[in-house]
């Protein structure tokens, strides 16, 4: 497996990092398939793990899974909720960052976490207030690094200036390339490595979706715009355009999607997430796919001309997250 740097910070990653949240969904495998997923993936090469303390129970399996291997991986998670909970709204004030980040260091089964997000801007608490507390984690040597998940390059930039962030996790694919305005030259600039959460744009890129699929109540994708079935229908192009790239390169669709990010700069680890162990080594190919520039520029091109349809959250979340 090839490693990465997280920007400027000297922390070196999996080129793929494994995104965790998926394992905690509803009708996730059960918990001991999980442990063996997880260790799957270590065994497979990737060493970077992200989950979160709003991911229900997630923190408490990755902790389990990874136990017996803690010194050779890299644990990311996140804070930003009160109490940890997503249902009981943001809260990134120094006491609750300081509260359930004891708490996440029980549940991961570790004295110190490599990288720890804010999992949303907290428009109630000044960045720098965050960025400070942190800071006083990696003081008292409970935190290794610091990260901003879904920020705009104004916060990021702020943040910055008080306690160097390693890494913005943020939405990015082919399937959403919003980042592409601001975000990752502003990252380029500060040294700030990027981590790309739903890279397969959550499997709408994997060409196994369609009009006609049919998702599940208690599937997220249910409730979003993007994926309504008269949106799916009008964003299909962009799956096309996928699978036959994937069939010159001799690739599978998430291959393509995957090493398209990869190409994209050398500070960028993609993290997808899956519950099965053929679809997780199908992923780890996708490090294989080489774009060279004329490739690149030939995809990016046909990319601009594609029309993507569809809010990614419903209205009453979208205003939270931002575009």
Known sequence: MKTRELGNSGLKVSALGFGCMGLSFPNAPAREENIRLLRSAFENGITFFDTAQGYGTNEELVGEALEPIRKDVVI?????????????????????????TEASLKRLRTDVIDLLY?????????????????KDLILA????????????AETIRRA???????????????????????IISTLEDLGIGFVPFSPLGKG?????????????????????????????????????????????????????????????????????GTSKLNRLQENIGGIAVSLGNDELS?????????????????????SKVGK
Do not use: C
């Open 160 to 182: 910055h200036v008080i306690l160097p962030v390693t890494a913005l996790q943020s939405e990015y694919s082919m399937f959403y390339r919003e980042p592409e305005i601001e």
């Open 141 to 152: 040597g409970k935190v290794k690094h610091f990260g901003l998940s879904e920020a705009n």
């Open 118 to 134: 804010q999992h949303r801007p907290d428009p109630n608490v000044p960045v720098e207030d965050v960025a400070g507390t942190v």
């Open 76 to 100: 990311a998670t996140k804070f930003g909720f009160k109490d940890g909970d997503v249902r009981l709204g943001l809260d990134s004030r120094p006491e609750n960052i300081i509260a359930t």
């Open 298 to 318: 030939q995809i990016n091109s046909a990319l601009a001309t594609i029309e993507i349809v569809g809010e990614r959250y419903p209205a009453n979340i979208q």
């Open 204 to 272: 709408f890129l994997t060409g196994t979706i369609s009009a006609e699929t049919e998702f599940d109540k208690t599937d997220g994708r249910s409730m979003s715009p993007r994926f309504n079935q008269e949106n799916r229908e009008a964003n299909q192009a962009l799956v096309d355009l996928v699978i036959s790239i994937a069939k010159e390169k001799n690739a599978t669709p998430s291959q393509i999607a995957l090493g398209w990010l990869l190409a994209q700069k050398p500070f960028i680890v993609p993290i997808p």
